[in-house]
């Protein structure tokens, strides 16, 4: 793919999931000044209704005991163990709506997390690191909710799966979208 001089355009058409990650990923320090960036995403309102909960190190395999906990045959219990040690940080992503808020609906809400952590993901992608955003039925598990501290009116989004990506293997190119078969003008518009 050809690079663009723009950097905010290069980092989204470059940007690819990477299923395999390695050490390093970010310190406090980064991540911390790349999610104060990334809350700048729209957010009407500012409510910020989000939070992250950081699995390193030793938690990961806590975390994956608790994965496995909550499979439902020996088979997926040890698989399920083995998912937070293919990166060396998780981010929990926690939607925390403010609920009932008299002018920003639950469901702006939820697109202001979704889209702060998609800039989450470009600003790493553009700082060197990669990452993945992983889900499944296990955020509904009681006993990991219990693990991560997430409330009764929280949302667990799944993880946000943050490293260097491995050397092997190149990220498949995308084909181009086609932007006129989504785009829809009114009849006699300039453009």
Sequence with gaps: MTRSPDPVLDAVLTRRSAPRLTEPAPGRHDLERLVQAAATAPDHGRLHPWRLVAVT???????????????????????AAAKPLRAPLLLSIVHRPVL??????????????????????????????????????????PQVRKYLGIADEEQLLGWLYVGTRCTSGASAE??????????????????
């Design 57 to 79: 190190g030793n938690e990961r395999a806590r975390l994956g005991d608790v994965l496995g906990e909550a499979a439902a045959s020996p088979e997926q219990a040890r698989r």
């Design 100 to 141: 009932d808020h008299p002018k920003v609906p639950e469901w702006e809400q939820l697109a202001a997390t979704t889209g702060m952590v998609t800039t989450l993901s470009l600003l790493l992608h553009s700082h060197g690191w990669a990452s993945i955003w992983r889900t499944g039925a296990v955020v509904q598990a």
């Design 174 to 191: 995308r084909r181009p979208l086609d932007a006129t078969a989504k785009i829809t003008w009114p009849e006699g518009a300039d453009g």
